[in-house]
């Protein structure tokens, strides 16, 4: 028996890790939602796309295909936009992570991509993660997790992320980032950031990733047994 794992909360929350842990031990399918509002964020960029000019955004949209793929030497899965592997470019492009929550407010985008993603949700065994999944995407979702943690842990994550990957920042930079983008998402009129009523809240501020897993594991064999009878 196959369930559909909803997963949402703050910008560094360690969602995706848990979502991919999640899929990988039930052999589940993946749906990473930043990545495709980071993917359009970077087409609209690279296009210089007024994202005051609904024409211009509706045209870009008309444009727009967007794709994960497993890459098979390292098993993981990438996005590509239009063709193009862009999953090292949406991490780290600093003009990606400052933007893409202003993009993300705009209705029209969060149609074209919500319909992708409901679209990936018919199948049952996925794990989707992102900020409205709960709530919007997926509201049928067996299971559904509110993940938080405290700004300062969240922000010392992020920074040892971007460090790993080459890209010289500060902690300063990196919560000042976190928390714009938490007010934006938690604040646009269009399917805000919030917890869903039958969400389960988990603040993993004091948790590892293992502990983590463990915990959620948990949960999901609770809701694959109840699903069963
Ligand atoms: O999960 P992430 O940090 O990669 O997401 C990047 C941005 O995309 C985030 O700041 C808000 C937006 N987003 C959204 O509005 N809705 C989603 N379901 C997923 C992400």
Wanted: glycine share 4%; hydrophobic share 40%; with cysteine.
């Amino acid at each position: 028996m196959k369930i559909t794992v909803a997963i949402d909360g703050y910008s560094s929350c360690g969602k995706s890790t848990l979502a991919k842990q999640l899929a990988a031990a039930l052999n589940y399918s993946y749906v990473d939602t930043g990545a495709m509002y980071r993917a359009l964020t970077l087409y609209f960029i690279r296009n210089q796309v007024d994202i005051f000019h609904p024409d211009q955004v509706n045209n870009a949209l008309n444009n727009i295909s967007i794709e994960f793929k497993i890459n098979p030497k390292t098993q993981q899965q990438e996005t590509y936009l239009n063709g193009e592997n862009i999953e090292s470019e949406i991490r780290i492009n600093p003009r990606v992570a400052s933007v893409v929550s202003e993009v993300s407010a705009i209705s029209e985008v969060r149609r074209f991509l919500v319909k992708q993603q409901q679209q990936l949700g018919k199948l049952k065994g996925i794990v989707m993660d992102g900020r409205d999944i709960g709530t919007v995407v997926l509201p049928d979702a067996e299971l559904k997790l509110f993940v938080t943690a405290d700004p300062i842990v969240r922000a010392k994550r992020r920074l040892d992320e971007l460090v790993e990957k080459g890209q010289a920042t500060t902690i300063e930079e990196v919560l000042a980032n976190l928390e714009k983008r938490d007010f934006i998402d938690s604040n646009r009129d269009d399917s805000p950031l919030m917890q869903a009523s039958d969400a389960i809240v988990l603040d993993n501020s004091n948790l590892t990733k293992e502990e983590q897993f463990d915990w959620v594991m948990k949960l999901v064999n609770q809701h694959i047994g109840s699903s069963t009878n």
